[in-house]
């Protein structure tokens, strides 16, 4: 069974930072780009962050470039984002998500999501 | 960034209506979009991607249409069970964006 569990989602302070976790299980997840995607409360999704299965690709939202982080362990499979100078706009679930990222796009397994509060 | 652009933002519906749910972009996307339900609390779900193509275990009564900045998700026959909130997302360029979600109630 495919599955994804997200961790490491906290309350911080703004300015703080904070690692999420993403453990992996059920597929071969070296074969597998793997994506982000956030949702702050009562909002729609944004998408965050996505990284290729060889970690030779990775690309950012606007919104977080150059405060996030996003990398992997192919031998854990895992999936990590770090988040650095946060804010308070960053509050939010955080998911993971499988996805395929070849002639055509989707994401078709999710994580259960991980609560990230940035507040004072 | 490619803006995209769902409406209506919600709608009353009942079971057994015909659902129709448009999503715009502000360049074209050729076919590079994706559908996906999200019930409250948790995580969504993939419907369509390719703008067509039908996910796997998905009923058959969504589908998708469209090409280059104007797409559709339809629901043929509403069921109890799609009471949900529906995002459109695009992948034809990074960064990727999410439409702004479509909430069907109940009427």
């Known amino acids: 069974e495919v599955q994804m569990v997200e961790s490491g989602g906290d309350l911080v302070q703004p300015g703080g930072s904070l690692r999420l976790s993403c453990a992996a299980s059920?597929?071969?997840?070296?074969?597998?780009?793997m994506s982000w995607v956030r949702q702050a409360p009562g909002k729609g999704l944004e998408w965050v962050a996505n990284?290729?299965?060889?970690?030779?690709?990775?690309y950012y939202a606007d919104s977080v470039k150059g405060r996030f982080t996003i990398s992997r362990d192919n031998a854990k499979n895992s999936l990590y984002l770090q988040m650095n100078s946060l804010r308070v706009e960053d509050t939010a679930v955080y998911y993971c998500?499988?996805?395929?990222?070849?002639?055509?796009?989707?994401?078709?397994?999710w994580g259960q999501g991980t609560l990230v509060t940035v507040s004072s | 960034a490619i803006q995209m652009t769902q409406s209506p933002s919600s709608l009353s519906a009942s079971v057994g209506d015909r659902v129709t749910i448009t999503c715009r972009a502000s360049?074209?996307?050729?076919?590079?979009l994706g559908w996906y339900q999200q019930k409250p609390g948790k995580a969504p779900k993939l419907l369509i991607y390719?703008?067509?193509s039908l996910q796997s275990g998905v009923p058959s009564r969504f589908s998708g249409s469209g090409s280059g900045t104007d797409f559709t998700l339809t629901i043929s026959s509403l069921q109890p069970d799609d009471f949900a909130t529906y995002y459109c997302?695009?992948?034809?360029?990074?960064?990727?964006?999410f439409g702004g979600g479509t909430k069907v109630e109940v009427k």
């Open positions: 059920g597929f071969i997840f070296s074969r597998f780009w």
């Open positions: 998500a499988r996805t395929v990222d070849t002639s055509i796009y989707y994401s078709d397994y």
């Open positions: 997302l695009h992948d034809y360029s990074y960064p990727l964006t």
């Open positions: 360049q074209g996307i050729r076919n590079e």
């Open positions: 990284m290729k299965y060889d970690e030779s690709e990775k």
């Open positions: 390719a703008a067509s």
